[in-house]
């Protein structure tokens, strides 16, 4: 035997099972990113030939590709790819190539599949209100709490298997409540449902895309953005996990729903705010009866939900010398808190930049427009929107121009030496601040002071690290107000 078929052992049906389905997926990613376009035309002796396989093997992944839909096969015409409209986008493959492709307007598109569903699956679910369901619910409800409390949950390799544990939960629990809605073309769609979930914490955590957010690109964040998965759980996501599952326990399908279509507006920036999705939560919390609760969560419960309606999200300046990390650290922390994010620098005037250029340090005069300009975006942040900005604010003068203009702000100082500053400024490219004169900017600095509201801390740690460390101080200052 020659060509391909001698490369596999004799009656090893595994080995051409598993070749096949490389094809197949290698084939289908093609098509679902267009490198195979509309109409294209594709033989069994092309994809023997391209791919390197058997023409038993390419006929059965034409097979396959005509089961899902991508591709048309017609007998001594051969397969032609199709148009999306005639995929099977409901298939685990077709769905998990677009996630590969295009995952924002996959996951988009899932989202919105979810928001469709899972609501009227809650309130179904409360209605049927099956015992076995409400304990299953409950009791998966407890579990994602306390794993999203884990200290390790943030680290990347430490908190691995708890992340993975939190992920099989999740899923278990949004398995469930479709299947608690007892309508079987729901039940069918938990496999979408749960692809969309695994996709945001095994390839979308904040925590692994540190690198991707070093890079000098602006997040852009609105209401119709599914956001990343956070470096850590949001705490008001649980607890509304929280109260859908009780919801459900205790048969309220207003609440339930309510809770339900809240847990996916917290996926998408800003949409929780909506006074809609605020009216609807707070007419269910008004059927809900909190005392349904564990003793030990009623408390914390009633917290989330009160903060939610009375939230405030202080701006966060993220200071210190130039080459502490600040764009790396707020880009980061941006993403994990789910707010907008402003580079300082971009709020320069030419001059300035130009001066820099010229190793040429700024004076109080020179920077107190771009003072100006940054306290105006601080001012413009909505109190719910939130914002993280970068801002080098060495001096106590400075911070205090811009505390003039939003009072609550939290000042993040990345603490260097000098050496290490100038180190990294000197490997920096493409960037107007020189490293002659970062000796200049640890002359105008002045520390944080006890009596300023804000946190020092070591600018040499990873950044996951750092990210962590504010998310905690934030939260613990939100639960002391």
Wanted: with cysteine.
């Amino acid at each position: 035997m020659t060509g391909p078929e001698a490369d596999l052992p004799e009656g090893s049906e595994d080995a051409l099972r598993g070749s096949t389905a490389r094809v197949v997926e290698r084939l289908g990613c093609q098509i679902v990113e267009g490198g195979k376009p509309r109409d294209h035309h594709l033989t069994v002796d092309a994809v023997t030939h391209e791919f390197e396989v058997t023409r038993p093997m390419a006929r059965e992944a034409l097979q396959t590709l005509h089961q899902k839909g991508l591709v048309n096969l017609q007998p001594r015409i051969g397969a032609t790819v199709q148009a999306l409209e005639q995929w099977d986008l409901l298939d685990p493959d077709v769905i998990a190539w677009r996630l590969e492709v295009a995952p924002d307007s996959q996951m988009r598109s899932l989202t919105e599949l979810r928001e469709v569903i899972e609501p009227r699956a809650a309130r179904l679910a409360a209605l049927s209100r099956s015992a076995e369901i409400c304990h299953d619910l409950t009791s998966h409800a407890r579990t994602l709490l306390a794993l999203s409390e884990d200290p390790d949950f943030a680290q990347p390799r430490e908190g691995a298997a708890i992340r993975q544990r939190f992920r099989d939960v999740d899923a278990a629990f949004h398995r469930t409540l479709l299947a608690g809605s007892r309508n079987e073309l729901f039940v069918r769609l938990s496999y979408p449902v749960v692809m969309a979930l695994n996709h945001r914490i095994d390839r979308n955590w904040a925590g692994a895309l540190q690198e991707a957010m070093i890079t000098p690109t602006r997040v852009v964040v609105g209401t119709d953005t599914v956001q990343r998965y956070p470096t850590r759980p949001e705490p008001v996501a649980m607890w509304l996990h929280m109260g859908l599952a009780y919801a459900i326990d205790q048969g309220v399908a207003t609440a339930a729903e309510a809770f339900a279509e809240a847990l996916l507006a917290e996926i998408r920036s800003g949409r929780l705010h909506d006074p809609g999705v605020r009216d609807r939560l707070r007419a269910g919390l008004d059927h809900f009866n909190i005392n349904g609760l564990p003793p030990a969560h009623r408390a914390g419960f009633q917290d989330a939900m009160a903060g939610l309606f009375h939230s405030r999200r202080a701006p966060v300046v993220v200071m210190g010398v130039s080459g502490c990390g600040k764009s790396s650290v707020g880009r980061y922390l941006a993403e994990s808190l789910r707010v907008p994010f402003e580079e300082g620098d971009c709020f320069h005037p030419r001059r300035n930049v130009q001066s820099m250029e010229n190793h040429t340090p700024l004076d109080d005069r020179s920077r107190s427009p771009w003072l100006a300009a940054i306290a105006g975006r601080m001012r413009a942040a909505g109190a719910e929107e939130g914002l993280v900005i970068t801002c080098s604010a060495l001096k106590r003068i400075y911070r205090e121009l811009l505390r003039v203009a939003r009072p609550d702000a939290f000042f993040v100082h990345l603490a260097i030496d000098r050496d290490g500053a100038t180190s990294r400024v000197e490997s920096r490219k493409s960037h107007f601040m020189p490293a002659s004169l970062v000796s200049s900017q640890f002359e105008d600095l002045e520390p944080l002071e006890d009596d300023e509201v804000g946190m020092t801390i070591d600018a040499t740690l990873p950044v996951e690290r750092i990210v962590a460390e504010v998310q905690t101080e934030l939260a613990r200052r939100t639960r002391d107000r």
